[in-house]
């Protein structure tokens, strides 16, 4: 009799060995991940965003436009999304409408949503965007603003496709690193061959973060690079350079969602540029990147999530007199210039008040321990060079985030000028470039924010 009872209690143990084994193994997977995805590009003809020197509506197209979401959950259920898209930029208002639906909808606040955008030049135009530089149709802008609504409602939805596919995961991030990022400031594209070395700041990391799910399978691939998209100025809708990559990626690890996210890129091109080979090219280099990342070890990010936001009433430069608003109109060759010049008029002579000040959005998040940064308008490379300093050379930061109203010069590029620093503020519709102090007013709220979400402990 005992030595059946010996039998027994051997083959508990047994079999609870593996039982015991599973349980933690699963265990392990304490994020759970969700993604979505849909084609964005219009069903129709439409103005082009981006370069003013097009002339007529798209003809046709080189690859679909997308939007994709990543929803992450802690272990405390505690959510964020993070959605990319083949966009020029979000503008304020479509980008406070899809807020203000996914707090109806699914609870979720603006510390918790992340609207970024590739910032490909070969999108379509959104209502609230850039609207002086583009000569449109009455047929057109009511095109424009129906392509808006009904983009608004795809990416509702898309959030709430990638919450119904949440399941458990783990996460993990590495940055890769490539170069074909030139800094256009410091660098002339014409005399480009005959330079034996590049000159201006520039931040070549690729940063990754990996979703894998517990059969092994990669779920997602989020991905960055702080370049402009300008490759190709065509009549083709494509998401350029990062489109390609995108779709590299998703080719090369099939039933893998790849989204690709805009760092602080505003004066950073790919050059040499203008052809499709060439976009292709730097799509391959960029997968290639995020290839090499994904084969290595990565650093796994524990399931904790804290997020934060805010909105830095960032202060603007004095508005051009009516004296001269009258002169640029006289004298300026540039149509843009004028149509903008016309507008402010117009405005200060109704007695409408010129803006003196922008909500500027800004979000820090700790995924894990990770630092993610990210800023509204076209970010500049220091910013990125700045906040890694800050926070940790892993840390992500993206620009084209949430809102892009104009350039975000650097202390340094505010006081040069040129396009960044002086003229963009006109192309974007608002009254004046930024007051001086912008970026240590926009580095001070990054600490404060960073401060809340619990990564400066360390530093």
Not at 44 to 52: Q, S, T, V
Not at 191 to 198: G, M, Y
Not at 309 to 337: G, H, R
Not at 394 to 411: A, R
Request: proline share 5%; charged share 20%; net charge neutral.
């Amino acid at each position: 009799m005992r030595f059946q009872t010996g039998l027994f209690i051997l083959a508990l143990i047994l079999f609870a060995i593996p039982v015991q084994a599973q349980n933690n193994s699963s265990s392990s997977y304490a994020w759970k991940a969700g993604v979505s995805r849909v084609i964005i590009t219009p069903q129709k003809p439409m103005p082009m965003a981006g370069f003013a020197s097009r002339t007529h509506p798209s003809e046709g197209i080189l690859h679909d436009l997308w939007a994709k979401a990543l929803v992450i959950e802690d272990a405390a259920g505690k959510r964020a999304v993070m959605v990319s898209s083949d966009l020029l930029g979000f503008p304020k208002s479509v980008s406070d409408n899809i807020r203000t639906k996914l707090k109806t909808k699914f609870g979720l606040n603006k510390d918790q949503v992340l609207l970024n955008s590739s910032h490909t030049h070969s999108a379509p135009v959104l209502e609230g965007a850039l609207s002086d530089i583009y000569n449109l149709t009455e047929q057109q802008v009511e095109d424009i603003r129906q392509y808006s609504v009904s983009l608004e409602n795809k990416i509702v939805e898309l959030v709430g496709n990638g919450i119904k596919d949440m399941e458990a995961a783990e996460l993990y991030h590495q940055n890769g690193v490539t170069r074909f990022q030139v800094n256009r400031r410091n660098n002339s594209a014409a005399l480009l061959t005959q330079l034996s070395e590049l000159q201006g700041p520039n931040d070549f990391a690729v940063p990754v973060i990996k979703v894998v799910t517990p059969k092994g399978d990669i779920k997602a691939v989020a991905f960055g690079y702080s370049c402009h998209p300008t490759v190709l100025n065509g009549y083709q809708w494509s998401g350029d350079y990062p489109g390609f990559a995108q779709i590299e990626l998703e080719k090369a690890y099939p039933g893998t969602t790849a989204l690709f996210f805009q760092g602080a890129g505003a004066d950073q091109n790919p050059l040499p540029r203008n052809t499709v080979p060439l976009a292709r090219q730097y799509g391959k280099e960029l997968t290639a990147a995020v290839e090499r990342v994904l084969e290595e070890d990565m650093k796994k990010l524990p399931a904790s999530l804290t997020t934060t936001y805010s909105e830095l009433d960032l202060a603007l430069a004095a508005a051009p007199t009516e004296a001269s608003l009258q002169n640029i109109i006289k004298t300026s060759s540039v149509s843009y210039q004028k149509k903008w010049a016309e507008r402010l008029l117009a405005d200060v002579r109704s007695g409408k008040s010129l803006r003196t000040s922008y909500p500027y959005p800004l979000q820090a998040w700790s995924i894990g321990g990770l630092p993610l940064v990210s800023l509204g308008g076209e970010l500049v490379v220091e910013y990125g060079i700045k906040i890694k300093q800050m926070l940790g050379a892993e840390t992500l930061v993206f620009g084209y985030s949430n809102d892009v109203m104009t350039y975000i010069p650097s202390s340094t590029i505010l006081k040069e000028g040129g396009y960044e620093g002086e003229l963009a503020h006109s192309v974007y519709g608002l009254p004046a470039k930024w007051q001086v102090g912008v970026e240590s007013n926009i580095l001070s709220e990054v600490y404060r924010l960073a401060g809340q979400a619990g990564l400066l402990k360390d530093k």
